[in-house]
């Protein structure tokens, strides 16, 4: 069962100048670095869930996106992580807090947006 301060972020690649096999790289070089973490308790690709008739997802896994689960007191170190790694890069992030279900949903393109968001999720969630 899953530990109640546990939070999951979803982060998807969302820049149009890229298509599926670009974003793809990216999610993948993001979860190997990730791995890498002490900081996150589990990262994957996220499953395709009932695929559409000519989706160009041939991995089984979603365009471009990552999840990972992270114990609240980690979530600090794994922000500054993501704001490093991905402060210039267009991306999706939707937070869900475990234990109550709460779930924020946030898109940055540059590290002042990336920067706000994180402060506006800590805040919203009290993280």
């Known amino acids: 069962m899953a530990d109640t301060s ?11 100048d890229l298509d599926a096999e670009e974003k793809d790289e990216e999610a993948e070089r993001l979860l190997s670095q990730m791995k890498e973490l002490d900081e996150v308790e589990e ?3 996220v499953a395709e869930i009932d695929a559409p008739v000519g989706s160009k997802s041939v991995t089984g896994y979603v365009v471009g ?3 990972a689960i992270v114990k609240s007191e980690s979530v600090q170190q794994v922000w500054g992580f ?4 991905l402060g210039s890069k267009p991306i999706e992030i ?6 109550d279900s709460k779930k924020v949903k ?3 393109s ?3 947006e ?7 999720i800590q805040e919203i969630t009290k993280v």
Request: charged share 30%.
């Open 6 to 16: 546990d939070i999951k972020l979803t982060i998807t690649f969302i820049d149009q």
């Open 43 to 45: 990262v994957n690709r």
């Open 65 to 67: 996106q990552v999840m």
């Open 82 to 85: 993501l704001t490093d790694r």
């Open 94 to 99: 939707e937070l869900e807090l475990t234990k």
């Open 106 to 108: 946030v898109k940055a």
């Open 110 to 112: 540059s590290r002042k």
């Open 114 to 120: 990336l920067e706000a968001a994180v402060n506006a």
